[in-house]
């Protein structure tokens, strides 16, 4: 069973930064492309950004461009999002996902003062 | 404004068949496969079908998913109450380097 776990989130003021962790097991990590989703309070399921299997390419929303930056250590088995100049509207749930196949349960994001 | 149009929601009776459109462009849908996902309150996306037409491991065969051109639907046969809850579409849209998602629909069953 795929697990996947992220970390990270919590409550920080506008123009700070948060990394979030997703912690991945019981699949081969490093040969999957993964992706973050955010979900707004009520909102829809948004993509922020992904990565390749291997590190060589990485993507990004417009509305976060510049701002976040998506990473992985293959030998820890572990994804990251490192985000900052947050915004309110940057609060969110975040997902982790494996090449679109399996999610973790989401950390949240609150961006208030 | 989502990339992939779904409707906002869709409703039937159980036992009804219930279909959820997802309208798209070549980019995305014309050129790559599709998934689904249904999700319930306060909780992850869960996948629901893959590459189109492919049901994961677990998933009724009253799920199903179809392809044609731009546009991509689920179908829901023999609906039940446990089916009420936000199913959303995906691909990857090669021109805008970019997972899109439609907006959500949300199935009630009367």
């Known amino acids: 069973q795929v697990q996947l776990v992220e970390s990270g989130g919590g409550v920080v003021q506008p123009g700070g930064s948060l990394r979030l962790s997703c912690a991945a097991s019981k699949f081969n990590f490093s040969t999957y492309d993964m992706h973050w989703v955010r979900q707004a309070p009520g909102r829809g399921l948004e993509w922020v950004a992904f990565?390749?299997?291997?590190?060589?390419?990485?993507y990004y929303a417009d509305s976060v461009k510049g701002r976040f930056t998506i990473s992985r250590d293959n030998s820890k088995n572990t994804l990251y999002l490192q985000m900052n100049s947050l915004r309110a509207e940057d609060t969110a749930v975040y997902y982790c996902?494996?090449?679109?196949?399996?999610w973790g349960q989401g950390t949240l994001v609150t961006v208030s003062s | 404004q989502s990339v992939l149009t779904q409707p906002p929601s869709a409703s039937g009776t159980p036992g009804q068949r219930v279909t959820i459109s997802c309208p798209g462009r070549s980019s995305n849908i014309g050129s790559n496969s599709v998934n689904w996902y249904q999700q319930f309150p306060g909780t992850a996306p869960k996948l629901l079908i893959y590459s189109n037409n492919q049901r994961p491991s677990g998933v009724p065969d009253r799920f199903s998913g179809s392809k044609s051109g731009t546009s991509a639907s689920l179908a829901i046969s023999g609906l039940q109450s446990e089916d009420e809850a936000d199913y959303y579409c995906a691909a990857w849209d090669a021109s805008l380097n970019a997972w899109v998602f439609g907006g959500g629909t949300k199935l009630t069953v009367l």
């Open positions: 990565i390749r299997f291997d590190g060589s390419n990485k």
């Open positions: 996902a494996s090449g679109g196949f399996d």
